[in-house]
């Protein structure tokens, strides 16, 4: 049985992967979140949820260490977190009547069991003793008209400054201007519950 680490520090995520009653730690990663500049889509939170799995450096021979990070894309452009309340409400300006993606990447990275401790080349190797797994989901959320006055309330009362295009579909404004969403809920939230699950059936750490 291994051990399951979780490396966000986002509460939501933490309160999704709660619901598998899958016991497991919250571990802390210092990760640098830029990107190169021709990842679009899907593989900008591919790269850095494998990014941020790689920057872990305390990684056990029992431990599975679970990464992951959430984009929204619209119109061939990246909506990441605001850093300030005049970008959140530029973003959501941008969201105001249209149907955008969000994007999550997740990162699993173990030990290899079945690898030598003395390398497969007979000498040690420790990128070998490690693997690695990235998988993502999508959901398409659109948005009904917002109007100023909406928008200056939500961020206001809310303060999305820590959220993927200045939004929680789980809050106040999922609840008055999302018209329709296709796909995971959950994977909005930031995390592809179901996804996860089916990783972790496939490592007998959760009932199949």
Request: proline share 5%; net charge neutral.
């Amino acid at each position: 049985m291994k051990k399951l680490l979780l490396g966000s520090a986002s509460p939501r995520r933490k309160q999704l992967l709660e619901m598998l009653d899958v016991p497991f730690e919250v571990v802390h990663i210092d990760c640098d979140e830029h990107f190169p500049a021709h990842l679009k889509e899907e593989q900008i939170p591919m790269y850095l949820s494998r990014q941020k799995a790689l920057a872990y450096k305390k990684l056990s021979d029992n431990d599975l260490l679970l990464t992951a990070d959430t984009i929204v894309w619209i119109d061939g452009h990246m909506l990441g977190k605001p850093k300030d309340a005049d970008e959140a409400k530029q973003m959501l300006r941008m969201l105001s009547g249209q149907t955008h993606i969000v994007y999550t990447g997740v990162t699993l990275r173990w030990r290899n069991p079945f690898v030598p401790k003395e390398g497969l080349r007979g000498r040690p190797h420790p990128k070998e003793m490690e693997q690695t797994k990235t998988i993502y989901d999508s959901t398409a959320v659109t948005f009904s008209e917002l109007t100023d006055s909406q928008i200056d309330y939500y961020i206001e009362n809310y303060r999305p400054f820590d959220k993927a295009g200045a939004y929680g579909c789980q809050d106040w404004i999922g609840a008055t201007a999302i018209s329709s969403i296709e796909g995971s809920f959950y994977n909005v939230m930031g995390l592809p519950v179901h996804l996860v699950a089916q990783e972790l059936q496939a490592r007998k750490m959760l009932i199949k």
